[in-house]
């Protein structure tokens, strides 16, 4: 059964860094590509990275090019966000999620994923 838990979140100041992690369990990690959404209050789900399964591709929105890192460590099954100078705009629940289809390309349509629970990212003074 897919599992995704993501930990990692929290209160930070502006300029700020956080490193959102993603355990995954339940199929063949590396078959598959994965992707970190987020969702701000009164907005809708929108993507933020993606990595293909063998980490060798990664996308990024262009809000975060430049502050955010995407990797995965098939190994231990766990992909990971790392955010840098985070700004209030990125407050919102993060969400690791898993492509519903194998060897894929990276995407940032919801429609093609399965999800965590997400974790809350708070950025404020």
């Known amino acids: 059964q897919l599992q995704l838990v993501e930990s990692g979140g929290g209160l930070v100041q502006p300029g700020g860094s956080l490193r959102l992690s993603c355990a995954a369990s339940?199929?063949?990690?590396?078959?598959?590509?994965m992707a970190w959404f987020r969702q701000a209050p009164g907005k809708e789900r929108e993507g933020v990275s993606c990595?293909?399964?063998?980490?060798?591709?990664?996308n990024f929105k262009d809000f975060v090019k430049g502050r955010f890192t995407i990797s995965r460590d098939n190994a231990k099954n766990t992909v990971y966000l790392q955010m840098n100078s985070l700004k209030p705009e990125d407050t919102g629940i993060y969400y690791c999620?898993?492509?519903?289809?194998?060897?894929?390309?990276?995407?940032?349509?919801?429609?093609?994923?399965?999800w965590g629970q997400g974790t809350q990212v708070t950025v404020s003074s």
């Open positions: 999620a898993r492509r519903k289809v194998t060897g894929s390309n990276c995407s940032f349509s919801p429609s093609m994923y399965y």
């Open positions: 990595i293909s399964g063998s980490g060798g591709s990664t």
């Open positions: 339940g199929f063949t990690f590396n078959y598959y590509s």
